[in-house]
């Protein structure tokens, strides 16, 4: 018996060892068509820390594997990317793959989604020339969503990403801005705003703001990356919020998309695009027409946007490319409401002659060069030439009825501005262990002529000063510069653990030289006099900054990670001088410096569940903020300033799965897939030298933050629904409740939003369905100090729209 029992004991042994032994896995890449070997392919191992490189002969290796089932992803420079399970056990022998040449014309490609069917997934540890091991990173994948995309809906887009509050005073999706962990979300002034990697903000240090967006149609992926990301792509605590566009199609000379949407308050929207790879040649264009009268009066707007990608293959190695973007718009803007005109009519509008024009033009020019199989080179050269106009009646009392005889305020602004990047990675070898390093660099040349004074009476929308030389409020020329040194490490220290240290350098100098002026008139509007002051400031400034980041892989899929960062935030040319009938400017305005950090546990299984858990804390020096007082002659007024150092804390959470298939009982046609996206957050100011602040809560921070939502999809016919909740939230450091006759400070209420989307598509056409505001719910989300207020700006009601689309 025992004998028995010995022997089952050895055979046991040998079955668990067969079971826990290793292996090393040999591939073997060549291109399709030609069987040529593919040199300096790069081969990812999902759940791995290392990125294995091919030789010149095509062949990697990667070891130390156990018997199982691995996910191998294939990137490779002029070649269509590739995603491979295999098998590994003691019989597997050397593995080839195939890759397809983006230079190959095939007669009919089927595509599967590379990155699942979710519509969130998360950023690699590198990519292409930019690290982001350890980071706090999203990735909205507006292929895979089921949502008004027409309109740009910020709420249904931006859903999976947690804890992001979303001004919605822009039915058109014209401007975002979205926020989070305390930022104002004005134009996402509080993030570095990017389209394919370069900048589309006004000025990116002196002011950010961004008043173009491209349309979500038109994008491939949106990048988000939190304060951590200020080392590589500048010092903003919101972090990087990038705009991929769509890539030239490569396997067609020629192909065209049109869509064309219409819907409720006079909305329509046609999209169409053109695309293709011809030889060494490749290009994407696209064309943008949107219009509509709004949900209130006086809310008209007419949009284009054109775009326009061209690259050319210059070696297998080196490819160069060429982007264009011109969009313009002119909106006619309602003005805001008082808490009682609010509560009376939140559709009503007293403001007739408000008016808002854009122009803005983007030009980029980029090289990529794979030096060898472990170095790669970005370089990239940008420009903004732009123009923003506001024009409009914008009284304190915003209950003051307008007289089309009485002259407007004029605001102008123009931009020009260009900069140069630079960026060079390796990969390495320390030993035993792997690394990747990067360095870069950046200069930025910024120009901002700035215009404030008197426009001309009447309705319509003319942007001409009445007597330049004489009514001129202020005339400021802004140059700007900044140069920044950047470096970041990733040394995977064992298969399971990495740690990313970086450092950034930043030179600024800022500079705001012109006048500023007072108009003093009598009670019957009649001018008394007019004084003008010549003023002159420079403020250059240089700092250093550093963050750190861990990560833990015990298993493929979970991935446990932590990071701290430094932020540095510039004060911006509004904030140095700018005239508003409620508001003053503290002369002693500070830069505002504090450190991000985030620390949580992600992952995802068999494209079934999704998810990512984390707690952060944002330490926030300087915080510039507005507050209320009375002037000498008792009026209220705002004054912008140094507010003091908050502290805001929270935890935020997003899970996702396909639930038929975690049940194990999918039907092979049906899917069932839930989102749920919730942030808990806490505020305070904890050092403040203004009355009354100390204590209080941090402006724009709801405690209760909520996006969840449903997706079903049988065959062809996909539909979706999505709730959005959050709690009450102030707009002030005083933590003000009403907002009195002004409407500018105040609590924003709690507010409860649901969204229905349906989409059926078959071959080449595409039927999509939404319904906006389900429940027709009245609820703001701002009230804007200035345009296109001041005051209560109303989100829009309930909204119904249709999308029809083709492809050939």
């Known amino acids: 018996m025992k004998l028995k029992v010995y ?49 010149s002969l095509g062949r990697f290796s990667i070891p130390n594997l156990k018997t199982g089932v691995y996910q191998l992803q294939f990137f490779s420079l002029n070649h269509r990317s590739l995603k491979k399970e295999i098998t590994v056990d003691s019989d597997t022998a050397t593995v080839a793959f195939s890759l397809e040449s ?104 002196g002011y950010p703001e961004s008043y173009y967006t491209p349309p979500i149609e038109a994008l491939k992926r949106i990048k988000i990356v939190r304060g951590a990301a200020s080392l590589q792509y500048g010092t903003q605590f919101g972090g990087l919020l990038n705009f991929e566009m769509r890539q030239p199609v490569a396997d067609r000379t020629f192909e065209v998309t049109s869509r064309q949407t219409v819907g409720s308050f006079g909305f329509f929207n046609s999209f169409n695009s053109v695309s293709g790879t011809a030889k060494k040649l490749s290009y994407y264009a ?33 490819k160069i490319g060429l982007e264009v973007t011109h969009m313009d718009y002119l909106a006619q803007q309602p003005g805001g409401l008082s808490d009682d005109m609010f509560r009376a009519d939140p559709r009503q509008s007293n403001r007739e002659r408000n008016w808002f024009k854009v122009d803005w033009n983007l030009f980029n020019v980029h090289y990529d060069w794979k030096v060898n199989r472990r170095s790669d080179i970005n370089l990239l050269a940008f420009g903004v030439v732009a123009s923003r106009y506001s024009l409009g009646f914008r009284p304190n009392r915003v209950a003051t009825v307008d007289n089309e005889n009485f002259e407007r305020d004029l605001i102008a602004g123009d931009f020009r501005n260009w900069g140069f990047e630079g960026r060079f990675l390796n990969r390495y070898k320390l030993g035993r262990k792997d690394g990747v390093f990067l360095i870069g660099t950046r200069y930025y040349h910024g120009f901002n002529h700035s215009r404030q004074g008197v426009g001309p009476a009447g309705k319509g929308a003319d942007f001409t000063f009445v007597e330049p030389d004489q009514l001129t409020s202020s005339d400021y020329r802004f140059p700007n510069r900044n140069v920044s040194l950047f470096a970041e490490n990733v040394l995977f220290l064992s298969s399971k653990v990495s740690v990313t240290p970086g450092l950034r350098y930043e030179y600024i100098r800022t500079t705001a030289d012109g006048f500023y002026g007072n108009i003093i008139r009598d009670l019957a509007g009649n001018i008394i006099t007019i004084t003008q002051t010549p003023e002159k400031r420079v403020n250059p400034r240089g700092f250093l900054i550093a963050g750190i980041g861990l990560s833990y892989k015990p298993s493929a899929p979970v991935e446990f990670y932590g990071n701290i960062s430094q932020n540095y935030r510039s004060i911006t040319f509004s904030d140095m001088r700018i005239s508003n009938p409620s508001a003053v400017i503290d002369p002693n305005l500070q830069d505002e410096r504090g450190f991000s950090a985030d620390v949580g546990v992600r992952g995802e299984k068999n494209e079934v569940l999704n998810y990512d858990l984390s707690l952060f804390a944002l330490n926030y020096g300087n915080r510039i903020g507005e507050v209320q007082f009375y002037d000498e002659s008792d009026r209220v007024l705002r004054k912008r300033t140094n507010i003091g150092r908050a502290v805001i804390v929270g935890l935020e959470s997003y899970g996702e799965v396909e639930l038929l298939s975690l049940l194990g009982t999918k039907p092979e046609q049906w899917g069932w897939s839930v989102f749920g996206n919730l942030a808990l957050i806490h505020s305070r100011y904890v050092k403040s030298q203004i009355p009354g602040v100390q204590g209080n809560e941090v402006e724009f921070v709801p405690a209760v933050n909520l996006k969840s939502g449903m997706r079903w999809s049988y065959r062809n016919l996909k539909a979706s629904f999505q709730l959005t909740y959050l709690t009450d939230q102030f707009s002030d450091a005083t933590n003000a409740i009403d907002g009195g006759f002004s409407g500018v400070v105040g609590q924003i209420p709690a507010y409860r939003i649901m969204d229905f989307s349906l989409s059926w598509n078959y071959r080449w056409l595409k039927l999509e369905g939404s319904v906006n505001n389900l429940t027709n719910e009245y609820y703001y989300t701002r009230r804007a100090t200035g345009y296109p207020g001041p005051g209560i700006l109303p989100s829009d009601g309930r909204g119904f729209f249709l999308t029809v689309g083709v492809k050939w």
Request: with cysteine; glycine share 8%; aromatic share 10%.
């Open 102 to 205: 983006t230079e190959k014309t095939l007669s009919e490609v089927t595509v599967t989604a590379q990155q699942g069917s979710f519509g969130m997934t998360r950023l690699r540890e590198v990519e292409g020339t930019a690290i982001f091991a350890a980071k706090k990173s999203e990735v909205i994948l507006p292929e895979n969503l089921v949502a008004n995309l027409a309109t740009n809906n910020a709420r249904q887009v931006y859903a999976r990403v947690a804890g992001l509050n979303i001004w919605e005073n822009d039915g058109g999706g014209l401007q975002l801005s979205i926020g989070g962990r305390g930022l104002d979300p004005n134009r996402t002034a509080n993030f570095n705003v990017r389209q394919n990697g370069y900048d589309i903000s006004a000025d990116a240090l």
């Open 286 to 318: 696209f064309f943008q027409y949107k219009k509509a009268d709004g949900w209130r009066p006086h809310s008209h707007f007419d949009s284009k946007t054109i775009y326009a990608d061209v690259h050319y293959q210059l070696t297998d190695e080196a």
């Open 7 to 55: 022997r089952f004991s050895i055979l046991f042994f040998l079955i668990a060892h067969a079971g826990m032994a290793q292996h090393t896995l040999r591939g073997l890449v060549r291109e399709t068509a030609t069987q040529v070997p593919v040199d300096g392919c790069s081969v990812y191992l999902k759940g791995s820390r290392t990125i294995f490189i091919t030789d």
